[in-house]
């Protein structure tokens, strides 16, 4: 069946809302010569991307005043990036049967997740995922009224859906299109960079944030300085998609994870992510997942010279195999160290990385099929692996050429490149090994709540995940805990905001905003201080050549020096700052500075306790156990340590303390005996909000 065009049109342009309900400043803070404008509300939200915009609309029906803060009006991650294969999870999808167990065990299957986040968020799809439904996004159905759903990474029963690689933006687009007839109201081109904190100890709570708003800028307010002040603040802006120079993540990405390490809020699981081939940042950023790789294009290589590489066929021992392997990338995207074993679909990754090494661009050419291995026979789709011929006949997909294929089981995929100036069925593609997401993040309870009092982290902010995760249940995450932070927030009686009168009285919160100020004059007038581009360049070379996807152990601690060393000469130098319109992005840089050296602090100590290899990582070293082979032989120089199966049953702890990073290690949450849970004993802790607590 030929799929219009209209409805190919309409699930890849997808227009977002354009008007909003603008919030305007309740009282003006005089600060010296400034005049400051203060924002109340009962809860703040920073961030209007798909997790985010659910906790805004969760919060506004539960009739909280809450106010979205965000950089740019829907726009982030989840609206501008993605994969085919950015899905939501459901129970009892299975046509084997599933429950809530069993998905739980799928999401923490490779360790270091809380075993009571993982219930939770089981237990939370169905509801996150009826009311995405509800709202209006177009998730398909058979017949029957039944989802329909496909198996993805880290998923051994088939329980994701999509709506095609704009799942994500779609999501954001209905969640927008709610809060604006909820009447949520929004603060555009709002860039937060410091949290407000009061009281110390275990006594520190949220008190609010200081932000650079560009529609605040005035004769009186030149940097556009403003103050949010609120009992009760959701982290939502995503994760440091700028920590990587290797990155699918769209540009301007820093998230919340530098904001909140800033403020002494607890990071979980920081050396966790997921690595995998996309398209490279400077043109259009996608994961090349799905059926991208399920067509089995031609991956190959072109030298300085304009040469040709079949480089693949260096590695795989047969035609066959090499083209199950590029089809497997299609629900194995996400690199896997065990997967450069045993010529698995992990050794794509490997090769295309050792390739790249060599200054040569990698290409998919989805009008050839794989070219053959030196000495074996051409591809044929008469010689494909039973999983890889069922996949296709299952598909209608036996078909001459990978873009035939790939047209036949995902036309969006084309139109998606070509909206975006690429014609994939004419041209080939240009793409890399990148950084896509942070497993780890914020530490937070089971109500997204951190370990400072009354501000919530969720979504990519949020470190939810283990070691792996099954493909879209980041999205599913983000659902679910912006509904379960909404609850939380709404069954407590806060506070109200403070007022500009009782700011001024609260000694600790004015001399948090006066510092800040003070920081901003200082950066405007610093000759001598550290040049941003320079700051951007050094954590992003640092991070992708010392922390990615291959690591070498020995090299970790000389990197992490170099980080604490950045972060030493930010203090003591400051950044220069250039123009007022570069004050936002000075804090941002000194978040992302920080954040880096958290996440090599939390690696290195990995590493010295004798962590090996896992999830999205290799820590090489001529001491590893495990060899990749390829054709050719063993490749040595990716000898890399094993896990210890300890360390899936504890999690590492980082927190920013007296201008140093101190490492923890902690074991697993468990989750409570189910069988001592009964209505009637249980139903008083729902009607008195006890449960809550």
């Known amino acids: 069946m030929t799929i219009p065009q209209e409805t190919l049109d309409q699930l890849t342009h997808v227009p977002m809302p354009k008007h909003v309900a603008k919030r305007q400043p309740d009282e003006m803070l005089q600060l010296g010569a400034d005049i400051i404008p203060v924002y109340r509300s009962e809860a703040l939200v920073i961030g209007s991307g798909a997790a985010g915009l659910r906790a805004a609309v969760e919060l506004r029906r539960r009739h909280i005043d809450v106010l979205v803060a965000t950089q740019t009006l829907f726009w982030g991650t989840s609206a501008c ?102 009447g949520v109201s929004f603060v555009d081109h709002s860039i937060v960079i410091r949290l407000l904190v009061v009281g110390e100890g275990r006594e520190r709570k949220i008190a609010g944030a200081i932000a650079i708003n560009s529609g605040d800028r005035g004769e009186n307010n030149p940097t556009g300085l403003a103050i949010y002040l609120c009992p009760s603040l959701v982290l939502a802006a995503g994760g440091p998609g700028e920590l990587f120079r290797d990155s699918v993540y769209p540009k301007r990405c820093f998230g919340s994870l530098g904001l909140g390490l800033e403020a002494g809020i607890t990071a979980v699981n920081l050396t966790e992510h997921q690595f995998g081939i996309g398209t490279r ?30 480089f693949l066929a260096q590695y795989y021992r047969t035609t066959q195999e090499l083209a199950a392997n590029i089809f497997r990338k299609g629900y194995q995207w996400p690199i896997h160290a065990t997967r450069m074993l045993d010529f698995g679909s992990s050794l794509v990754d490997l090769a ?63 139109e998606l490149y070509k909206y975006h100036g690429q014609d994939i069925s004419q041209s080939p ?80 919160l004015h001399e948090q905003i006066a510092q800040c100020k003070a920081e901003i004059v200082q950066g405007l007038s610093n000759e001598n201080g550290l040049n941003l581009q320079q700051i951007k360049t050094d954590i992003q070379r640092r991070m992708s050549d010392k922390a990615g996807f291959i690591c070498y152990a020995e090299e970790v601690s000389g990197a992490l020096q170099a980080a604490q060393q950045l972060n030493q000469a930010i203090q003591q130098r400051g950044i220069t700052i250039l123009y007022v319109n570069k004050v936002a992005v000075s804090f941002q840089w000194r978040h992302m500075a920080l954040a880096s050296e958290a996440l090599l602090t939390a690696l290195d100590y990995y590493i010295s306790q004798g962590g090996g290899s896992r999830g999205a990582r290799a820590i090489c070293s001529d001491k590893g156990e495990a060899v990749p082979e ?17 360390h899936r049953q504890q999690q590492l702890t980082v927190t920013y303390q007296q201008g140093k990073f101190v490492v923890s290690v902690s074991s697993l949450r468990k989750l409570d005996d189910l069988n001592t849970i009964f209505f009637e004993k249980n139903w008083p802790d729902f009607l008195t909000g006890a449960l809550y607590r």
């Not at 219930?119 to 017949?143: C, M, N, Q, T, W």
């Open 630 to 646: 390829s054709r050719q032989g063993p490749l040595v120089d990716y000898r890399f340590i094993t896990e210890k199966p300890e």
């Open 352 to 414: 295309i990385f050792s390739e790249s090494q060599s200054g040569r661009t990698i290409l998919m050419d989805f009008n050839r099929n794989p070219q053959p291995v030196a000495g074996d026979e051409p591809f044929s789709l008469e010689r494909l692996d039973p999983d890889v011929a069922l996949y296709l006949s299952n598909n209608d997909a036996l078909l001459a050429l990978p873009i035939d294929r790939l047209r036949r089981m995902n036309p969006l995929a084309i």
């Open 81 to 182: 990036s993605g994969s085919d294969k950015q899905t939501l999870h459901t129970a009892a999808t299975s046509k084997q049967g599933d429950d809530f167990i069993k998905l739980a065990q799928a999401l923490g299957a490779g360790g270091a997740m809380d075993a009571d986040t993982a219930y939770v968020e089981a237990v939370g799809s169905i509801e996150a995922f009826a009311g995405l439904k509800y709202i209006g996004l177009p998730l398909p159905e058979d017949r029957y009224g039944a989802i329909l759903r496909y198996q993805t990474d880290h998923d051994e029963a088939g329980r994701a859906t999509s709506c095609g690689p704009r799942t994500s933006r779609l999501m954001v687009k209905v969640l927008a299109e709610e809060a604006i007839r909820l």
């Open 281 to 310: 940042r400077d043109e259009f950023p996608w994961n090349l997942s799905g059926t991208y790789v399920q067509c089995m294009p031609y991956i190959y290589s072109v030298d300085d010279h304009g040469n040709e590489h079949n």
């Open 429 to 508: 593609l240009a793409f890399n090994v990148n950084h896509q997401h942070m497993n780890g993040g914020l530490a937070v309870d089971i109500w997204g709540q951190t370990s400072l009092s009354g501000c919530y982290a969720i979504g990519e902010a949020a470190g939810t995940h283990g070691v792996t995760r099954p493909g879209g249940a980041a999205l599913n995450a983000g659902q679910v805990f912006g509904l379960r932070c909404a609850k939380q927030i709404a069954s407590q009686t806060p506070p109200p905001p403070l007022a500009v009168t009782q700011l001024l009285a609260v000694t600790q």
